[in-house]
């Protein structure tokens, strides 16, 4: 929790989900009370072939859609890919940028991803900002300077329209039931605030910081707690509502 800051409960449902998972949203959609819509937000970014059907499913409700990823260029000859137009044409109003699969996947660096970053922002999209350590990485000690050159990289230094948000998810704990420390988590978010602080001023004190990685409804209420932790990107646990709602709950408790 940042105080003055409204805390973002994201899913990422990865490469899952076909038109029969729109009822996963239905429920979202019930289940995603009054009162709780007063503390948090609520996305979900599915994949590109759902993002249209995803968004009528949502349109009367509070929960809001995005995509997994984004092209850097407006539009043109790249086979595959989706723009930001695209993404916000039918109905999406957030990315996801730089998760460690496309950056392991498709070999996205800190330059890619940044270009990336930049035309989300540019187009009014919230833009997450993904970075996070591998496993080898974090035996030798190198958290801290792995997140600091990602955002270096990766955050672009200006930006007017759009949201930047940050996604601090340790490449390890993604996916495999483990996560870090709460002193670990609450270590790199500081490290992340500072950070923000120092480039962007009272816009980095502002800024969304998310945990992601093995985020269930089992540990959310005590890594939401974290200082500097203001909400969630949730893959697994995002695919079943029940499951999402139970994150989202965490912050009925959370002061
Ligand atoms: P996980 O994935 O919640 O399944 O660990 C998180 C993510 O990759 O965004």
Redesign the pocket.
Known sequence: MTPGIKPLVAG?WKMNGVLASLSELQLLNSGFSVELQSKIDMLVCVPASLLFPASDATKSSAVQIGAQDCHKNLSGAHTGDISVEMISDVGGSAVLVG?S?RRTDHHETNAVVLEKAKTALAHGLQTVICIGETEAEKRVGTTLDVLKSQMAGSIPDAWEKGEMIVAY?PVW???SGLTPTAEDVRAAHKFMRDELVVRFGEQGAKTRLLY????KPANAVELMSIKNVDGA?????SLKAADFLGIAAAYETIA
């Open positions: 990422n998760h699969e998810e704990a993604i996916g992601g990685g093995s985020v990107l949730v893959g697994g646990a």
